[in-house]
């Protein structure tokens, strides 16, 4: 996951692996790289949703496959701005949730406290320095882990019992049961020989930290402007900013943060994609219905239609069929495992040497494709092949597609980027590659 997180350049704290570890059990994450990007899908305020970090812009077959994936209602976290473009091509809702925008700060200004408008917290900073002159800063490492837990009580009990408070005690337990894996810095702040604040994050990109907790005494004037800017000069040089999370929404703490002065304030958006109908994965118990569409659609003999569909090697878990909002079935995408000599025995005669290096690929074949009259030229076709794109680029080098001469589906082949191998006296065989689509 790091692998994307680290080098996407996206400094929101939502990607920093050791948030997401940490919070994994409340959000029950689950998490795959597709098209080179860390894809999140996790339950958020009783709904599944779906964070992307990726250093490019969100493709329409990964959209695609996220809208399949959902079943149609597709909810995406996280967004920056300039990101929410990428939906150009969807009927779509952004909503900005500027409660979840993350603060980010130069390192160096939360170290230096330089200029007048931050004189306010120099005077905080030298206010603390004036009434603790012996107070000490201890990089944060296993054994203060109890003075953590100490401070983090005295902290949690003046807010009162909570299941948030509940959670995040789950959650920071985590984060020390796994501190050296994670790669976790953190830093404290002793008065007397205890521990009056600490702090602790993790980086999120190369160039930027993430301030993951910071806990400090309220009765100790300084306590939480000390470990701030402490704790950010002993940050390694390497990172350029610290993204101090969002303000959840509460005044004082919104005001607390911008008066440091941010120097990015990260958008967050969330996008919502409803489609009005639903893919779903094809079964055997769906042959009468692909035989009904088939000769429906292309005049077929029945019989003979119906012993293709028993002997063709019909893929059914990756068949798909669309179903509309009112349980109507709008669409079928067929796809049959049959190999070529299987479909026309003249390529043995013809073609041995391609038919040869053919078989030594993996390929499967589109059988049929077929919308509704009333949802063609609408993305139908689209999100059917899209639904089921990253397994068949899993398991097949291509796709085999024949096509019947008097059939009028060549040109829409080959917009895709089909390419013709072969032909007979009957067929167009099409072989359309993953670099096509």
Known sequence: MQAVTLNSGRRNCNYTFANLLGWQFWYKTEVCVLQGAMVLRYIYEGERAYSVCTADNLTEELISALLADSGGKLIVYALEDSQVSAFSSFKYEVEPLPDLFDYIYRRTDLALLKGGHLQAKRNHVNRFRANNPDFEYRPLT??????????????????????????ER?????????????????GSIFVNG????????????NDTFDI???????NIEGAFAIINQQFASHLPEQFIYVNREDDMGLPGLRKAKLSYHPEILLSFNVVRISMPYTLHRMTPADATLTVDWIVRQYGFDRAEVETWVRDLHFNWPLSVKAIDN????????????YRIEEETEQILKDAPEL?????AQRYTGVFSFIVAPEYRGTRLNYDMLMSILPELKSHYDFIFIPVMHRLKTH???QRWGATEF???AESVYYKLTWAKI
């Open 142 to 167: 296993p054994e203060l882990f109890d003075e953590c837990r100490r401070l983090t009580g005295i902290w949690q009990g003046e807010k009162g019992a909570s299941e948030t408070i509940d959670v």
């Open 170 to 186: 789950q959650v920071m337990e985590t984060i020390f049961s796994n501190w050296e894996s994670l790669g976790m810095i953190g």
């Open 194 to 205: 205890s521990m009056v604040a600490f702090s602790y994050g993790a980086a999120v990109t």
């Open 212 to 218: 993951c907790v910071e806990k400090a005494d309220r």
């Open 326 to 337: 009112d349980d109507k079935v709008i669409g079928l995408l067929n796809m049959s495992d």
């Open 355 to 359: 038919l040869a290096s053919l078989n």
């Open 411 to 413: 040109a829409y082949w």
């Open 422 to 424: 072969y032909r007979d």
